[in-house]
């Protein structure tokens, strides 16, 4: 499985240049272990909010040394982290980043995670970010990517439905499942349209 991932990874873009709705361009890219600083500013810059509901810790700026670990050490197909980003911003240019874990008890299932910067939430910047680990995930032969989510969290619950994913209770977190193979599962929602038309966009680069 390795040695065909390896082979996988080798023809998956590492830049794609696209632009947000709004016309903005934008580069998207696998973050590396080099982008400890990057990923350690993104945390920082994060509304305590969206700090909690990503990483599900209340106190503290700073992301620990165990989690960028977590979050840059891994390789496909087990693990792959993506960032969307504004060449142009002045400061910190990160726009959002999402990552897929695949599971150690069932290879065809990844469990998936985003985050978007306060400011740029809104603006297609998630579902892009899905629609490149969708396809990403898709060639490394999974099936389904899985959100975890609180339930207090309305806008993460509301876009993965409006996306497609069939959510469910676990007695402690919504779990929201995308199936990779399944494109008429995506509904007639404004997000929904734009991750197919994502989909529609990225596939002949990325599969
Ligand atoms: C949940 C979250 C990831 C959504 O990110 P986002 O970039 O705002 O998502 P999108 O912009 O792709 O889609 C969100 C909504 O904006 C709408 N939208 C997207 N582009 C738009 C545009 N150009 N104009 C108007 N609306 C737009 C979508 O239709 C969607 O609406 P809906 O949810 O009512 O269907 C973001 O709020 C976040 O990072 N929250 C904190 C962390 C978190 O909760 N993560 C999820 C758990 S892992």
Redesign the pocket.
């Given at each position: 499985m390795r040695r065909r991932c390896a082979w996988i990874a080798a023809m998956i873009p590492e830049r794609l240049d696209v632009h947000l709705?709004?016309g903005t361009p934008v580069v998207a890219r696998p973050l590396t272990p080099a982008d400890r600083d990057y990923v350690a500013d993104g945390y920082r810059l994060l509304s305590p909010e969206?700090r909690y509901?990503?990483f599900w810790v209340r106190q503290g700026e700073i992301i620990g040394d165990a989690m960028l670990d977590r979050l840059l050490s891994g390789r496909l197909p087990e693990h792959a982290i993506w960032t969307v980003f504004d060449p142009t911003r002045e400061g910190f240019p990160g726009l959002?980043a999402a990552s897929f874990w695949r599971s150690e008890n069932d290879p065809l299932e990844a469990e998936f995670?985003?985050?978007?910067m306060d400011a740029?939430?809104?603006?297609?910047?998630?579902?892009l970010l899905l629609s490149i680990l969708w396809l990403v995930a898709f060639r490394c032969g999974i099936e389904t990517l899985t959100?975890y989510?609180m339930p207090e969290?309305s806008?993460?619950l509301?876009?993965m439905r409006?996306t497609g994913a069939a959510g469910e209770w676990d007695g402690y977190n919504a779990v929201f499942r995308w199936t990779l193979g399944d494109l008429n599962a995506i509904p007639a929602?404004?997000?929904g349209a734009?991750l197919a038309g994502r989909l529609a966009e990225l596939s002949p680069v990325m599969l």
């Open positions: 709705h709004d969206a509901q990503r959002g995670s985003v985050t978007v740029d939430q809104g603006r297609g910047v998630a579902t959100g989510t969290n806008r993460a509301r876009w409006d929602t404004p997000a734009d």
